[in-house]
């Protein structure tokens, strides 16, 4: 399965990159997909306790020893994708405070983790989406952003792969344009970027290919 | 005045990273100091309604539309500040999600913003710290993150500057290892990392030095 | 004197940002300004033997002691500039060879310089310009490459300040195109990008008037 | 094959970390392991003519049409990895300029190339290795240079994966440590690094394990 995280607040733009890329990846190798609206759910923020990693704890496999909230409905598609795109908005030039409250609470996942989630995301093949009002707005450094989470998370990183002019080597790269009085970004403006939804579409397929490819109980 | 925020949910080293910047800034050229705590404050996650930086509002020096929170706190002392230092542990490569809310919603500051926050930052140091448990574990890009959103916010960015030996050139980085079994930081480990705490004499008495060579008027 | 220092092999795209970068800076506060092509000139690639960084050579105000080029006219250029306009194509994600060849010959300006070199570059205002083929192609990471460079010898490092829209915060980037068949860059492809122009003279502008704002004696 | 490619001029620290980390491949899959040490070869900086990626040329297998140099060595090299492990000491915060050739030189493999080296890095592993004479002087940055350019060629790039306290997740990181007064980096120094020797191990297994659970055939 290929997890699709979206990280916006808000609907639209970022979400229609997903969706391209999701069904573009579903196209490619007949992979079921799922998406995630980080907005819809209630991700409260880590606070760095390490209980997630202490062993012995009562309920080692609850994941987070502190707070019950969706998470606990994430954690499980987490270990059970074989692939994971993670798309952003591109705020203060990376990703919002949102997606990086998720990322924080991946501690479970982790090499320390302690219960049935940990190194739930290895060898799982991750890409990254980023969504700007600026043509060169920060889509670069949130697309590493999330790769540094993808690394730490023990993932295999593709990029847009072999296809001519992808817009942006690292991940799939929109530029929404913004209103340059107020710097909002129009609602659906992505449908105006043929590069970067083609891009979209790559990534996808890109994902869903790769993960194709490996056999991890070789390594 | 030299602002610090820290963005660090808990007490102790990235918090002792700071208290040294700011006491070297303080004994460097007799500046005024503030520390801020986030982990002391409550503030929401940026929506991306770009309310703030629409004209006409009602109450257009309000900041946030959406929020009343202690980011109204936050304002004043960010368009008070002459020199801005920004600390935070490294969360999965990167800033926490307590830090990042903050930044988005500086939204007001910006050059879209429409009431008295507007340009507020312009023309004043900027200068970032990292703490990781890891060695090389996402320091460099965790001051990156930070820069980006100064750059965004129109400061003149500095290093650690001239001093030998710096550790990180970018900005005081800090290195407090981890349990290997848990990947836990304990507490106060940075008072043993004595080229981590130089470095953030360093940056203070760096932030301190330059916002004294500036006279903005002159620009 | 603003100095801009052009990367590229080849003429024309990279050239005419710069070009438009230095008339903005002579524009807006009148500063002199120069502008050096690399392709015109011999640069070695460092061996990283450090000579020029031991005390008590023969000739510690020679700079390199393994090659006399055309580093020995850059030096007292580098030396002499108030402000820094760094320009690269994007090449692989990054700045050209030749640019990097330069950047690593510039030992003697460092803090561990021996000579008369050494902190040359201090206290002096940095921005860069990158010109990439494809639309998110590295233009980022290439000012961030510059920008690690400016941080390490102990500049100022300026954004795009306060325009609307800058395309890019970090620096100006510009966005050629390329031959979708071949990857190729058209010549002066850049004329047809006026938001990467626009962007090259806000950068231009803004290392001038940082520049007339700092009174290193102050410091 | 795991192919590893050592970008320092110097002898030592660089390439006793890709020796560690080509050691280790070779023991934990069996793979046949190869070293190029770029400081004995001569590759001249692309001067961006296009002219590799130009259709119809009269020798579109020969790679550059420019310079007949060691890159005629390396080109069959590359195309036969599985896996390539590149390595770098930091200079200036980045690759030396000598790698950077290398890398600006690889163009006839990409996407764009018109003879038999197309895509010849296509869906290998990649992973990347840093040595810096400071504790966070470039490391990262290093490391997201050498991984840009996997992406640009269509690797699969990974990290230190699921080893506890790896220093650095993107790639092996060493710190060498420096002469304070000279800057200079000791000869061998890294031997004293026991924590960046182990993960060049670390990273070198990866490389291994992850290009024997590729079947690229299945894409």
């Given amino acids: 399965m290929i997890l699709g995280i979206n990280g ?9 990159m997903l969706d391209e890329a ?8 007949g992979a079921a997909t799922e998406k995630i609206n980080l907005r819809r759910l209630t991700i409260n923020p880590c606070l760095g306790c390490f209980k997630c990693t202490t062993p012995g704890g009562e309920d080692e496999d609850a994941g987070c020893r502190v707070f019950r909230d969706d ?17 952003s908005p591109v705020y203060f030039g990376g990703v919002t405070a949102q997606l990086k ?20 995301l290895r060898n799982k093949i991750g890409a990254a989406i980023a969504v700007g009002g600026n043509r060169n707005g920060g889509q670069e450094a ?9 690394f ?18 690292l991940g799939a790269a929109a530029h929404t344009g913004l209103d340059p009085e107020t ?34 109980d070789r390594g």
Wanted: proline share 8%; with cysteine; net charge positive.
């Fill in 71 to 87: 998470m606990d409905l994430l954690l499980p598609k987490l270990a059970a994708c074989t692939g994971l795109i993670i798309a």
């Fill in 183 to 216: 710097g909002s970004l129009p609602r659906n403006a992505v449908t105006g970027d043929p590069l970067g939804l083609r891009a979209a579409g790559i990534i996808g397929r890109r994902v869903a290919e790769a993960a194709a490819m490996i056999t991890p």
């Fill in 152 to 169: 730490i998370q023990d993932l295999l990183v593709v990029g847009t792969g072999p296809d001519p002019d992808p817009g942006c080597y």
């Fill in 22 to 29: 999701l069904a573009a990846a579903a196209g490619k190798t």
């Fill in 8 to 16: 916006s607040p808000r609907k639209a733009n970022t979400e229609l």
């Fill in 142 to 150: 949130t697309i590493n952003a999330i790769h540094h989470f993808f």
């Fill in 101 to 120: 409250a998720f990322m924080d609470r991946t501690e479970p996942l982790l090499r320390y983790g302690v219960g049935r989630w940990k190194l739930g």
